[in-house]
């Protein structure tokens, strides 16, 4: 769960779009490495605690499991979306390592994607905030503190529902793009999400670091330690299959780049956003 590109950068024009983010997450905020890092940590603990801490609530309120699911599954694609809304002209609203990296590899010949540097900030802080939202769900609902969790899901047919969840996620985030549809990135992820809860059999944890910090819960959300790494892997093949329909579907042309157009009679909004 979660998602896609980035913002400016002082330094040097990592991600850098004309006027707003390729992937139509609002305008761009000037926002050093650090601070985009920050967003991505703040991002993923706020999306693991919404997921761990909906199924805390849900299990405590009805030992109905469709009802659980479809209390968890809506607390998700609410809070999915708000995230990505308000961090996305940040650091891009990944959330997610495997859109970062999908991200580096679809831009690594234009410069507009992230680098070598960013990937190393990106990725501890996407899992160390999924960790620490695990944490503090489990907390907040007075729950034993890094609990592993015993939740084994290691069969064949959740891991192709995780490639399958994964490819979908990857394809839509980067094929909104592709057909400048990218403003509806929040409200088309989040959808996505809440629809692959129900269609795949894993319900969907398309991400690595998620699926990490979900083995911190022994709760309704959490996976046992050893059932990350089939997860992780089958997450990976999903996303390098996802960059295979992408290029299949719409060939290897640049994501189409959307800005807005002042009314005759409207002032152009000129005003740039620091740090």
Known sequence: MGLLLGAACHARPAFSVPDDHADGRG?????????????????SAALVAVVVGSGIQATELTQDTGVQLLANSLATVLGLGVLIALLGPVSGAHFNPVVTLAAW????HTGEGPNGRDIAAYLPAQTIGAIGGAILADAMFAKPLVHWSTHDRSAGHLWLGELVATTGLILLVFGLGRTGRAHFTPVAVASYIGAAYWFTSSTSFANPAVTIGRAFTDTFAGIAPASVSPFIAAQSAGAALGLGLLIALFGRTEPVRTTRTPAVDEPELAASTHP
């Open 105 to 108: 590899f679809t831009d690594r």
């Open 27 to 43: 305008p761009r905020v000037s926002a050093s490495l650090g601070r985009r890092a920050l967003a991505e940590l703040v991002g």
